[in-house]
């Protein structure tokens, strides 16, 4: 069971970069579902807008300038970063591997241990045990972890259960051992059968692809999709969170002495608001207790969590006691119970251009 338990290990810093260029559903949908069925559609989803990155600007783009606002706001040294994790499905290459490009644009140590990590929307809480359990290891103090999609360029437009959804945004995170921090839970499961939920069923080595793979077909529910991009089965998904997910918040919660309703704050993976609301009812959290950023970003996969945080914790908010869950594709579910009480949380930025390499 892999229930896992740090101490004096913590979030020093995180920050969210996104990209400047709004796509409003109202618009996008337009021509892709009937028009009387898109402001039902818009209000079932919570998302009225998401960023969408320009077609020169990767996942790691966003990551980078968020990294470099963390190091500008937390005068931490570059060569104090010991391992660096890029958590991504829309990485630079198929090889090399991204982290390595990330640590050299960064000016990182050549000390620096770098990899690639990728997994869906759970992506942010196994990155982030990742990072703890680097950061626990002698001989590692400090763990920078990038977490960034651009799913923008591989949903087609034309898909009506996809398109509405996703946005794109970069993520950084700073984990390091301290005794600043206390204890923190991680509950991590997977159940692989429900391989097909989420897909994209050619481009790989079992399937690679060919021009007739790669050519939009249309489905039965009218969406435009070729086997190269995003599938998503709605139902099964919906069906897997309400299933699963209550379950492994409570598991971490009562491993960390406490209950969902007694957190400050119950940060979801943002996958539409509809399930989040379900979730945060059958858990009985009050409502104030979870934020939501997918109204103005959209579901940006193992992005979310942290963009949430970045747009929506302020100040002095309460957040010593603060439960994380991210699932979705694998299938795949995990929850973090940790405090955020000595976390500086940089605001979210917009994507300076100009920074491209």
């Not at 950084?172 to 923190?184: L, N, P, Q, R």
């Not at 050519?215 to 969170?241: H, I, K, L, W, Y």
């Not at 914790?313 to 929850?335: D, H, K, P, Q, T």
Request: aromatic share 6%; proline share 6%.
């Amino acid at each position: 069971m892999a229930n896992l338990q740090f101490g004096e290990t913590g979030i020093r810093a995180l920050a969210a970069c996104v990209p400047a260029g709004i796509s409003r559903n109202e618009d996008a949908l337009r021509g892709v579902v009937p028009a009387e069925e898109i402001a039902k559609t818009v209000a079932a989803i919570g998302i009225a807008e998401k960023r969408i990155a320009p077609a020169d600007v990767c996942a790691s783009d966003l990551c980078a300038q968020a990294a470099e606002s963390l190091f500008a706001e937390t005068k931490i040294a570059r060569d104090s970063i010991d391992v660096l994790l890029f958590m991504s499905q829309t990485g630079d290459f198929r090889i090399p591997a991204t982290a390595p490009i990330l640590q050299a644009r960064l000016g990182l140590s050549k000390n620096c241990a770098c990899m690639d990590l990728s997994l869906g929307c759970s992506g942010y809480i196994y990155a982030l045990s990742a990072a703890f359990a680097y950061a626990n290891i002698p001989g590692v103090r400090r763990v920078m972890l990038l977490a960034g999609e651009t799913f923008s360029k591989i949903v087609n437009p034309r898909d009506r259960v996809n398109a509405p959804l996703y946005g794109d945004a970069g993520t950084a995170t700073i984990v390091e051992k301290s005794a600043d921090f206390g204890s923190s839970h991680f509950v991590l499961k997977t159940d692989g059968s429900g391989e097909n939920a989420v897909k994209i069923p050619a481009g790989g080595c079992r399937i690679p692809a060919t021009p007739e793979s790669l050519e939009p077909q249309t489905a039965p529910d009218g969406s435009v999709r070729s086997a190269c991009e995003v599938f998503m089965d709605g139902m099964d998904v919906f069906n897997f969170a309400v299933g699963k997910v209550p379950a492994v918040v409570s598991e971490v919660a009562t491993l960390a002495g406490t209950t969902p309703a007694a957190a400050d704050l119950v940060v979801f993976h943002q996958a539409n608001k509809m399930m989040t609301d379900f979730l945060a009812s059958r858990l009985k959290i009050p409502a104030g207790k979870v934020p939501y950023s997918l109204g103005k970003y959209g579901n940006t996969s193992s992005a979310s969590i942290p963009l949430t945080l970045a747009e929506c914790v302020r100040g002095e908010a309460a957040r010593s006691n603060v439960i994380l869950c991210g699932f979705g594709a694998g299938l795949s579910w995990g929850a973090a119970a940790l405090s955020l009480a000595q976390t500086k949380i940089l605001p979210v930025s917009e994507y300076n251009t100009q920074t491209t390499p």
